[in-house]
Structures are given as C-alpha cells and as structure tokens.
C-alpha cells in the first residue's frame, strides 16, 4: 500500500523559509509525478506545485511561482517543497501528492494517493 508522509512544516515569520519533505513508500512502479497542494481554513484545495518523474519539469500557480521550489530524490522515493519569502497567505495544511504516469496534472481529482498533510504557519 502507498504511503506518503510530510514533514518539515512549522510555525516561520514573514518573509522566512521552510523546507518541506515527503517520503513515499509501497510504491512499487516507476514513472510517477508528484505534487503538493495547500488548504487553508475555509478555503478551496489549492495546488502548488508538481514534478515530473524525471525531475526536469515541474509547474507552479502564478501565486507561488519564483518562491518555492518542487524536487525529487527516486532513490530515496521523495520529494521537496522548498518554501521562501513565505507570506501570511501561505498559512495551509500542504499535502504531498502522487500520480501513477510521469506527466504533471494540476487537478487534484487526478492524483491516485495522498499525505495527511503538515501545517504551515506563517505570522505577520
């Protein structure tokens, strides 16, 4: 059975960074894309950003895009969310996603497992 589990969330100032990390396991393919999406309280699923297979692609929204960072390790079946010049609006539970097939979806409907999520606050 996949599993995915995030870690590296927290409580950061405004303008700070934070690294997030998601380690996959039972994944028994190969050839599939990750991703990351957010929720805040009383807000739509969001989605952040995602990575090919391969790692030379990725995609953001408009709203993150120049501040964070997606990445991956295969040999260790994880994946990165490094978060920078962090805002209020950034304050979410993230969750890691995962998506069987290589090539990079933004619809969260299109991804086959998902982490529990971490908390990331960020103060004013």
């Known amino acids: 059975q996949v599993q995915l589990v995030e870690s590296g969330g927290g409580l950061v100032q405004a303008g700070g960074s934070l690294r997030l990390s998601c380690a996959a396991s039972g994944v028994a393919f190969s050839n599939w894309a990750m991703g990351w999406f957010r929720q805040a309280p009383g807000k739509e699923r969001e989605f952040v950003a995602a990575v090919s297979w391969s790692g030379t692609r990725a995609s953001y929204p408009d709203s993150v895009k120049g501040r964070f960072t997606i990445s991956r390790d295969n040999a260790k079946k994880m994946v990165f969310l490094q978060m920078n010049s962090l805002k209020p609006e950034d304050t979410a539970v993230y969750y890691c996603?995962?998506?069987?097939?290589?090539?990079?979806?933004?619809?969260?409907?299109?991804?086959?497992?998902w982490g529990r999520g971490t908390q990331v606050t960020v103060s004013a």
């Open positions: 996603t995962l998506k069987f097939g290589g090539a990079i979806v933004t619809a969260g409907g299109q991804y086959d497992y």
